[in-house]
């Protein structure tokens, strides 16, 4: 369980591929349960953007899965939209767009409006404050019926879903008192005062979750 955490830090457990490509295990491993769960959720067509894309293998994968989608990657790491876009030349996806720069915890940062915006593993790794914009920007980007899908390890209820969960949170506590598990009580709330509805829950292996959230047509 615990391999699937990420090394606490932002930028991960990603190992360079010698071509400009990273490959982080966990996001190896957690891909096609992600691509599973999300499929029959996503829009049909449409752009969605990817928050924080890290290696760039989720994308790829999802993008894969959606062919009627056009796949928006992104992230705040150079080295990341490197890796991302090597993916994508790779891979050869035509439906996966350059990856873009974006530091999705900025107070007023937008994009689209889109179809979806898709993030994962990256709400436990930032301050309270930086999580909220970035669930107010991700609303903001949302055309009326868009979806926002959320993927990660929370807390519910006051409490860790496994002891690996908890292990987890005290060493990102210890690196940085600031950052941590967010409760999913908390999501839903700064969710709501974003405007987004919730849609749907999905449980995830090694503990993790997936959080739906629609913005209201109207
Ligand atoms: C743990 S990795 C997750 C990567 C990928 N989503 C996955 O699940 O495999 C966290 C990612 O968030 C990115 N990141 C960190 N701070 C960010 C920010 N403020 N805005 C956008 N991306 C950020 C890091 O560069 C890194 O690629």
């Known amino acids: 369980m615990t391999g699937e955490r990420p090394h606490p830090t932002l930028h991960s457990n990603a190992a360079p591929t010698g071509d400009g490509r990273l490959s982080a295990p966990?996001?190896?491993?957690?891909?096609?349960?992600?691509?599973?769960?999300?499929?029959?959720?996503?829009?049909?067509?449409?752009?969605?953007?990817?928050i924080a894309s890290g290696t760039g293998e989720h994308a790829v994968a999802l993008a894969r899965a959606l062919p009627g989608c056009i796949w928006q990657p992104s992230d705040i790491a150079p080295e990341r939209l490197v890796s991302i876009d090597a993916w994508r030349a790779a891979e050869g996806v035509a439906n996966m767009?350059?990856?873009?720069?974006?530091?999705?915890?900025?107070?007023?940062?937008?994009?689209?409006p889109v179809a979806a915006v898709y993030l994962s593993n990256l709400l436990?790794?930032?301050?309270t404050g930086a999580g909220e914009n970035v669930v107010s920007g991700a609303a903001r980007s949302l055309r009326p019926g868009g979806r926002f899908f959320i993927y990660g390890p929370f807390r519910e209820g006051g409490r860790f879903r496994s002891e690996g969960d908890a292990r987890f949170h005290d060493s990102l506590t210890r690196s940085d008192p600031e950052i941590g598990y967010?409760?999913?009580?908390?999501?839903?709330?700064?969710?709501?005062?974003?405007?987004?509805?919730?849609?749907?829950?999905?449980?995830?292996?090694?503990?993790?979750?997936?959080?739906?959230f629609e913005r209201p047509a109207t």
């Open 26 to 50: 966990s996001a190896t491993r957690n891909a096609p349960a992600i691509v599973k769960a999300l499929v029959p959720l996503m829009p049909a067509e449409g752009v969605v953007l990817e």
């Open 182 to 212: 967010k409760d999913v009580e908390w999501v839903l709330a700064v969710a709501a005062a974003a405007g987004l509805k919730p849609l749907a829950r999905v449980e995830m292996p090694a503990n993790n979750l997936i959080l739906a």
């Open 97 to 112: 767009r350059v990856a873009i720069a974006l530091d999705a915890t900025r107070p007023d940062w937008a994009f689209g």
């Open 124 to 127: 436990h790794l930032l301050p």
